[in-house]
C-alpha cells in the first residue's frame, strides 16, 4: 500500500484497510519471530543486546511493554528503557540466582515463544499491580456478594476492608478495627 494517497472514494478506502489490516498482522507476526530469535540468540550466546535493539524499534506504550513482558515470560531477561528511547537488556541474573532458571541457559523456553502469539499475552496480575481503584471495585463487589463462592465471612471482611480503603484515598482516618467474636470454647 506504499502507493495508497488520500481519497474519500469507498472502494479505495476499503482496500485501504484490508491493505493496513494483512500489513498489521505480517508485522505483529514478525515481530514475534524477531524476538524469539534474538532470545535464543541471547541462550546460545549471552548477548541480549539484539532483544534491546527490537524493542526500541517499536512504538512506545503497551505493546512493547506486552512483547517485554511475553519474552520474560520464558527467559531470565532484564529491560531497562532509557532516557534516549533506547533499552538495556541484560540475562536476568538476580532470576538465575534464584532458582528460577537454571545457570547454564538450558531451561529458557524459546519453543513457547516460537508457538505462541505475543500480542495475545496476558501476564498474571499480582495484588500489587492492582490500583487502587480496582481493588475498591474487586472488594466491592465481594462486600455485596457479587463474587463466586464469596461466604458470609469474606462478605464481611470485605466490607471492612473496603471502609478502610475508601477512607485512605480520600485522606480520612480509617474506621477503627472490629473485633470479631470468639467462638465459645
Known amino acids: 500500500m506504499a502507493n495508497y494517497s488520500f481519497s474519500t472514494d469507498k472502494g479505495?478506502?476499503?482496500?485501504?484497510?484490508?491493505?493496513?489490516?494483512?500489513?498489521?498482522?505480517?508485522?505483529?507476526?514478525?515481530?514475534?519471530?524477531?524476538?524469539?530469535?534474538?532470545?535464543?540468540?541471547?541462550?546460545?550466546?549471552?548477548?541480549?543486546?539484539?532483544?534491546?535493539?527490537?524493542?526500541?524499534?517499536?512504538?512506545?506504550?503497551?505493546?512493547?511493554?506486552?512483547?517485554?513482558?511475553?519474552?520474560?515470560?520464558?527467559?531470565?531477561?532484564?529491560?531497562?528503557?532509557?532516557?534516549?528511547?533506547?533499552?538495556?537488556?541484560?540475562?536476568?541474573?538476580?532470576?538465575v540466582k534464584e532458582g528460577e532458571f537454571a545457570a547454564d541457559r538450558s531451561d529458557w523456553n524459546i519453543e513457547t515463544l516460537k508457538t505462541t502469539n505475543w500480542f495475545e499475552f496476558q501476564k498474571d496480575k499480582s495484588e500489587s499491580e492492582y490500583t487502587l481503584d480496582q481493588l475498591l471495585s474487586m472488594l466491592d463487589k465481594l462486600a455485596k456478594g457479587k463474587r463466586k463462592g464469596a461466604t458470609e465471612q469474606a462478605m464481611d471482611a470485605a466490607t471492612v476492608a473496603l471502609a478502610a480503603a475508601k477512607a485512605y484515598r480520600d485522606g480520612a482516618p480509617a474506621p477503627a478495627p472490629v473485633e470479631s467474636e470468639a467462638e465459645p470454647a
Open 12 to 95: 479505495a478506502i476499503v482496500k485501504g484497510i484490508d491493505s493496513v489490516k494483512q500489513r498489521g498482522k505480517n508485522l505483529d507476526r514478525d515481530i514475534g519471530l524477531v524476538a524469539a530469535s534474538a532470545v535464543a540468540h541471547a541462550q546460545l550466546h549471552g548477548d541480549a543486546t539484539l532483544f534491546g535493539s527490537l524493542c526500541a524499534v517499536m512504538p512506545r506504550g503497551s505493546r512493547v511493554k506486552t512483547l517485554i513482558e511475553w519474552v520474560q515470560s520464558a527467559a531470565p531477561v532484564a529491560v531497562k528503557a532509557m532516557a534516549d528511547g533506547t533499552y538495556k537488556v541484560t540475562v536476568d541474573r538476580a532470576r
